[in-house]
T-cell receptor
Framework: DTGVSQDPRHKITKRGQNVTFRCDPISEHNRLYWYRQTLGQGPEFLTYFQNEAQLEKSRLLSDRFSAERPKGSFSTLEIQRTEQGDSAMYLCASSLAYPSYNEQFFGPGTRLTVL | AQKITQTQPGMFVQEKEAVTLDCTYD???????LFWYKQPSSGEMIFLIY??????QNATEGRYSLNFQKARKSANLVISASQLGDSAMYFC????????????FGKGTRLHILP
């Protein structure tokens, strides 16, 4: 399978715990994006990388959130000291940088539930 | 501010009928792209169709077509000959080419196809 993969698919954690999600993009894609989707809403942009460089961070990404893409391949999204408001689906997407009209291919998402 | 508006939270359509999902967008940028994604109950985001702001012809992909009216800033999705498998959430989205590379999503329309 050459699509975008995410791990885990589901995560249940207690408030205050740290969680880490992983995203493996399509291998030749140099751009990788993280989005958050809450129930009944469209995905909201969190951050994106071009290769290993983090180029944009949304104001939604508080200090408790950090994302990395150390070798320009897979990426991790860590949430520290989780809060109930962090419960959401976390979507990863990848694309080529050029041409700019290339669609973003989405992974299946990680559904986080904070108790 | 950049914004996508989908005014139809839910729609019910008889199988085999055509359906139009509304989308209006707000941007002062001249260079942008408009997308439609489908999200079934399984959660993955499936790319359907793309329209560039400089494209003179409406985009078509199989049973999907995008009715692009630039002056009205609308990008409605038309699904011809609807099928039961079309039941899903549908998101309209916009990508600004000359700014950060994020995609801005609308809140979505839930489409129900009736047998």
């Amino acid at each position: 399978d050459t699509g975008v993969s995410q791990d885990p698919r589901h995560k249940i954690t207690k408030r205050g715990q740290n969680v880490t999600f992983r995203c493996d993009p399509i291998s030749e894609h140099n751009r990788l994006y993280w989005y958050r989707q809450t129930l009944g809403q469209g995905p909201e942009f969190l951050t994106y990388f071009q290769n290993e460089a983090q180029l944009e961070k949304s104001r939604l990404l508080s200090d408790r959130f950090s994302a990395e893409r150390p070798k320009g391949s897979f990426s991790t999204l860590e949430i520290q000291r989780t809060e109930q408001g962090d419960s959401a689906m976390y979507l990863c997407a990848s694309s080529l940088a050029y041409p700019s009209y290339n669609e973003q291919f989405f992974g299946p998402g990680t559904r986080l539930t904070v108790l | 501010a950049q914004k996508i508006t989908q005014t139809q939270p839910g729609m019910f359509v008889q199988e085999k009928e055509a359906v139009t999902l509304d989308c209006t967008y707000d941007t002062s940028d001249q260079s942008y792209g408009l997308f439609w994604y489908k999200q079934p109950s399984s959660g993955e985001m499936i790319f359907l169709i793309y329209q560039g702001s400089y494209d003179e012809q409406n985009a078509t992909e199989g049973r999907y077509s995008l009715n692009f009216q630039k002056a009205r800033k609308s990008a409605n999705l038309v699904i011809s000959a609807s099928q039961l498998g079309d039941s899903a959430m549908y998101f309209c989205a916009m990508r600004l080419m000359n700014r950060d590379d994020k995609i801005i999503f609308g809140k979505g329309t839930r489409l129900h196809i009736l047998p």
